[in-house]
Structure formats: structure tokens, C-alpha cells
């Protein structure tokens, strides 16, 4: 009959056990799989991102196109405009307000004030005052074939003293006729620049001149 192990012993065996399984190598841990050119772990450029060399060439083309792009919208804007003359680019187009309208029915006339009125000062000179008393007795402000056209005598003395202005906003140009004192005077700003008569401007004349023959 096998003889049985005292406690002691029993101790001793546990003991021994577990200094043989600490002494034991553990398991090797697995490697990660590694990839084509990453830095290896606790190296400098590990935290760093590198940028391949074609993403350069495409930063540095698109700098190039924008380049391009700049220059050719500044070369645009330097390219002389080939569009049509406007009659609103003539400071002689605010007249259009005045279309249909007599130079009373407005508190500023615009034979008086504004910029039909400086350019008249300046072709007129001192005559200015004489066009403006011959324009007493006036019609509206009408428009013919793209020109507007006022006309006018001195109140009683038709035949006599008379007048006529027209405006050719796309021109950018003013004639005027005047009858005073029985003599005719015609002026026109700028001289280059031939502004016909409207229809109406020239039954106008024709009666203004049958009158001071009679």
C-alpha cells in the first residue's frame, strides 16, 4: 500500500510547479504585416506624411492654369470695345425724361438747368439769352427718327424772332436755329457732326421765313 503525502509535501510539489511554469518562455507575439515603404515604429519620419512627387507636379500645374487664367482676363479687359455707340452713354440722354413734355412743367427747365442748358451756355455764348426769349412760346419736347426736337418764337413776334434746338442723344451732339431780328443764325456742337433737321423743324423754318418776308 502506497504511503500518502503529508501536507507539507503536498506544499512543496504546488511550490515547484509554479516556478517551473514562470520560468516557461511565453508564446512569440505575432509580427504586423509590414508595408512597402512605411517607416518603422519610434523612427523620426513615423509621425510624418510623405507626398508622392507626382502630387507636386499636379500643385504646380494647377498654379500655372490659374496663372494663365489671370492673364488672359487682364488682357480682356485691356481689349478695346467694339459695341455699338448707345445713346445712353451720352450725358445728353437724360432728356428722354423730358419727351412729350413742355420746359414749364417741371420746376428745373431743361433749357435753363441741366446739362442741355450748359451745352446751349457754351455754344451761344451770349446769345444764350435771345435763343431762351425766343423759346417763350414753345412746344413740347418731341422726338423724331431717335432725335428730340424743341421749337419756338418770342410771344408777338412771330416772323421775327424764333428758334429751334435738336438734340441727337446718340451723337452726342446739338444744333440750334435762330431767327433774330429777321436774320438767320444757325450753330452746332460739334462741328464735325451733321445733325438734320427733323421734318417738323423745317415746316417751322420755312413758315418763320415766309413771315418776316411779308
Given at each position: 500500500?502506497?504511503?500518502l503525502?503529508?501536507?507539507?509535501?503536498?506544499?512543496?510539489?504546488l511550490?515547484?510547479?509554479?516556478?517551473l511554469?514562470?520560468?516557461?518562455?511565453a508564446p512569440p507575439?505575432?509580427?504586423a504585416?509590414?508595408?512597402?515603404g512605411?517607416?518603422?515604429?519610434?523612427?523620426?519620419?513615423a509621425?510624418?506624411t510623405?507626398?508622392?512627387?507626382?502630387?507636386?507636379?499636379?500643385?504646380?500645374?494647377l498654379?500655372d492654369?490659374?496663372?494663365?487664367?489671370?492673364?488672359?482676363?487682364?488682357?480682356?479687359q485691356?481689349?478695346?470695345?467694339?459695341?455699338?455707340?448707345?445713346a445712353?452713354?451720352?450725358?445728353?440722354?437724360e432728356?428722354?425724361?423730358?419727351v412729350?413734355?413742355?420746359?414749364?412743367?417741371?420746376?428745373?427747365?431743361?433749357?435753363?438747368?441741366?446739362?442741355l442748358a450748359?451745352r446751349?451756355?457754351?455754344?451761344l455764348?451770349?446769345e444764350y439769352?435771345?435763343?431762351l426769349?425766343?423759346?417763350?412760346?414753345v412746344s413740347?419736347?418731341t422726338?423724331?427718327a431717335?432725335r428730340?426736337f424743341?421749337?419756338?418764337?418770342?410771344?408777338?413776334e412771330?416772323?421775327?424772332?424764333?428758334?429751334?434746338?435738336?438734340?441727337?442723344?446718340?451723337?452726342n451732339?446739338?444744333?440750334?436755329w435762330m431767327?433774330?431780328?429777321?436774320?438767320?443764325s444757325?450753330?452746332?456742337?460739334?462741328?464735325?457732326i451733321?445733325?438734320?433737321?427733323p421734318?417738323?423743324?423745317?415746316?417751322?423754318q420755312?413758315?418763320q421765313?415766309?413771315?418776316?418776308k411779308?
Amino acid at each position: 500500500m502506497k504511503r500518502l503525502l503529508s501536507p507539507w509535501h503536498t506544499v512543496a510539489v504546488l511550490v515547484a510547479a509554479g516556478a517551473l511554469a514562470a520560468c516557461e518562455p511565453a508564446p512569440p507575439t505575432p509580427k504586423a504585416a509590414s508595408v512597402p515603404g512605411a517607416a518603422a515604429p519610434g523612427s523620426a519620419s513615423a509621425s510624418s506624411t510623405s507626398v508622392p512627387a507626382s502630387t507636386d507636379g499636379a500643385v504646380q500645374g494647377l498654379g500655372d492654369d490659374a496663372a494663365m487664367v489671370a492673364a488672359s482676363a487682364e488682357k480682356a479687359q485691356t481689349l478695346p470695345s467694339h459695341a455699338a455707340p448707345d445713346a445712353g452713354a451720352s450725358p445728353l440722354a437724360e432728356l428722354k425724361q423730358y419727351v412729350g413734355t413742355y420746359p414749364s412743367d417741371s420746376n428745373m427747365s431743361f433749357l435753363e438747368q441741366g446739362v442741355l442748358a450748359d451745352r446751349l451756355k457754351l455754344m451761344l455764348g451770349k446769345e444764350y439769352s435771345t435763343l431762351l426769349s425766343n423759346l417763350r412760346t414753345v412746344s413740347p419736347l418731341t422726338e423724331d427718327a431717335g432725335r428730340w426736337f424743341i421749337t419756338g418764337n418770342r410771344p408777338h413776334e412771330g416772323g421775327t424772332e424764333a428758334a429751334a434746338v435738336v438734340v441727337d442723344a446718340g451723337k452726342n451732339a446739338v444744333r440750334v436755329w435762330m431767327l433774330h431780328e429777321g436774320k438767320v443764325s444757325e450753330y452746332q456742337d460739334p462741328n464735325h457732326i451733321t445733325v438734320p433737321w427733323p421734318k417738323d423743324v423745317q415746316t417751322m423754318q420755312d413758315n418763320q421765313k415766309s413771315s418776316s418776308k411779308g
